[in-house]
């Protein structure tokens, strides 16, 4: 299934290369003159669920919250999420909130910090961030705005064991993140095959055989989102009527007895 998004970033909708996320050489691939709320309004009216808002960086909670608004219930949020303000973001209409750096430190998984996030929101109201990049032939989840390797490798053994504190990963192949050269393959089949929960992949994505391919990899447990292919976003590759065709065709039939 597709799974739409709002990507925040100095208080506009924008779609980024991932990997620049952070350095001085950032690289844009598109920047909305819509507020967050219009892309929200969309979603809502097209019945497109579980999409997420990421607020990269400060400056974005204004947008954020008004995507909220105009979706109450429909959208996630990450970004900044931590304990003290995870209960305000729900109460601002989130259906969950995502979470990533705050549940690290010093390149290890901070169990006690997930501990207290669980308990404050419940596991299903809690998304995980396991973004990652690929070094020595290994995916390892990256933190602090994808710049930051942490010693935590995407693997069967710790999508089984995180799946226990959270509904849903949510997963971006950041070497690939914005660059419109097709999806981590790969990296889509293992989710596929290791996680317990439902996953939302994002990354590369530039043809709505993409989107195919995900679905077939994934084992029907594997969602994607598509950003700078995305016409909505000033792509070319996919056109945003293709991906609410293709879910309602996905969708099983209501049967009413």
């Known amino acids: 299934m597709f799974r739409p ?13 991932g990997g620049t996320l952070g ?29 997420h808002v990421i607020m990269l960086g400060p400056g974005n909670e204004e947008q954020a919250r008004a995507a909220l608004a105009a979706y109450p219930g429909g959208l996630q949020i990450g970004g900044g999420i931590h304990q003290a303000n995870a209960l305000d973001w729900l109460k601002a209409g989130a259906s969950h909130v995502i979470v990533t750096s705050w549940i690290f430190h010093g390149g290890q998984l901070h169990e006690e910090r997930l501990a207290q996030l669980l308990k404050t929101v419940g596991q299903s109201k809690l998304v995980l961030d396991l973004s990652c ?30 799946a226990k504190s959270c509904a849903e990963f949510l997963i971006h192949a950041v070497d690939v993140e914005g660059l419109c050269r097709g ?11 290791w996680s317990p929960i439902p996953v939302t992949y994002a990354g590369g994505a530039h043809t709505l055989h993409d989107l195919e391919e ?16 995305l016409d909505i976003f000033g792509g070319t590759g996919v056109k945003y009527a293709e991906v609410v065709e293709f879910n309602q065709r996905m969708e099983p039939p209501d049967v009413t007895i």
């Open 5 to 17: 998004c709002i990507d925040l970033h100095e208080g506009k909708v924008k779609q980024i290369v």
């Open 23 to 51: 350095d001085s050489g950032l690289r844009t691939n598109f920047v909305s003159d819509r507020p967050a709320a219009w892309f929200a309004e969309l979603y809502r009216r097209d019945n497109l669920t579980g999409g």
């Open 214 to 229: 995900t679905t077939r990899l994934g084992q029907g447990k594997v969602d994607l989102t598509i950003g700078s292919a």
């Open 133 to 162: 990049r690929k070094r020595d032939g290994n995916y390892f989840v990256v933190t602090d705005r994808w710049q930051k390797f942490t010693e935590l490798a995407i693997s069967q053994a710790t999508l089984e064991k995180l």
């Open 183 to 193: 999806i981590d393959l790969e990296l889509v089949e293992k989710l596929g095959q």
